[in-house]
């Protein structure tokens, strides 16, 4: 049963790539509920089917009909495109290659994700745009292109991009895969703090060990089968 506060509500979710002879079956029975405010790892082997179950969870691709897939109470699982577009509005991702357009300034960047879903003047977007870039600690960067940025401090402007929104839910595939281990470091923080002051939930996959303590719980990915049995809390 769904719990009032879930914010991701999984049920019996398979998925498929490929047709007849050639399909393969990435991801078999997955049950996952994640709450407000929960920050979640999803860790296990690489080509375990991790960035399958982001993806889906994040709309970005299609849930097949069959098991369930709400997401703020929303059924992806069939949905359309139009549904999928919809349902994304209430997302910031964040991922590896941090994914910044060269030719725009850090401001820029984080400015075009308000421009998406915003009716606010043009110097209300900048202002926003520059109070989160202050916010990831780069407020004498704003108008820097990202070739003039280091590794983390590009990973800090997709961090704002992402959360210029007030996103209620972040999925983050990644983030820390491209950076030293004190950059990664200050990432992580970063997002744990910034989720905790927005109260959004945060769904990470990462490989990296050295990030796990930011977990409220950490979920396993194994040949497709993810393993909530095991499940930490290091809340405590
Ligand atoms: N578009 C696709 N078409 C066919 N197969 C795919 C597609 N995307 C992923 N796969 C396969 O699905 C399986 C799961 O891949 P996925 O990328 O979800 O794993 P992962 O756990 O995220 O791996 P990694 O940690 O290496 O990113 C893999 O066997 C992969 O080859």
Not at 191 to 207: D, N, P, R, Y
């Amino acid at each position: 049963m769904m719990t009032k506060e879930a914010v991701i509500s999984i049920q019996n979710l398979n998925h498929y790539f490929g047709k007849g002879q050639l399909q393969k079956q990435v991801l078999f029975d997955v049950n996952l509920e994640i709450n407000t405010g929960e920050i979640v790892i999803m860790t296990g082997p690489s080509g375990s089917g991790k960035t399958t179950l982001l993806t889906l969870i994040g709309g970005l691709r299609s849930a097949q009909v069959g098991g369930s897939l709400k997401v703020l109470q929303q059924e992806l699982c069939g949905a359309n495109a139009a549904e999928l577009t919809l349902a994304r509005r209430h997302n910031g991702y964040i991922f590896q290659a941090h994914n910044l357009h060269n030719s725009l300034t850090a401001i820029q960047n984080v400015r075009m994700a308000l421009e998406l879903h915003n009716n606010l003047s043009v110097k209300q977007m900048l202002e926003r745009s520059a109070q989160m870039l202050d916010l990831v600690g780069l407020g004498h960067r704003l108008n820097y292109y990202p070739d003039d940025l280091s590794g983390g401090q590009k990973q800090r402007v997709a961090i704002a991009r992402a959360l210029v929104n007030n996103p209620q839910i972040v999925l983050a595939d990644e983030p820390t895969a491209a950076l030293d281990s004190k950059s990664g470091r200050d990432v992580v923080n970063l997002m744990q703090t910034l989720a905790k002051e927005q109260g959004c939930t945060i769904l990470l996959v990462t490989h990296d060990n050295r990030i796990l303590d930011i977990a409220d719980r950490i979920v396993y990915m194994e040949d497709g089968k993810l393993t909530n049995n095991s499940v930490m809390s290091l809340a405590s």
